[in-house]
């Protein structure tokens, strides 16, 4: 039982450490530095 909780918790942590979290991240993380360079050229340039 303290088992599978433990596994539910890490599950449910978006700071996990698998391999899909890590790329989700930097995915997102790519995402929002694209928009925000788009917004800066949009009102800058």
Do not use: C, N, W
Not at 11 to 37: C, E, H, N, S, W
Request: aromatic fraction near 14%.
């Amino acid at each position: 039982m303290g088992a599978s909780k433990k596994q539910d918790e890490q599950k449910r942590d978006p700071l996990g450490a698998g391999p899909m979290d890590k790329t989700q991240k930097y995915v997102l993380a790519g995402a929002v530095l694209f928009i925000v360079a788009f917004v800066l050229y949009y009102l800058f340039g």
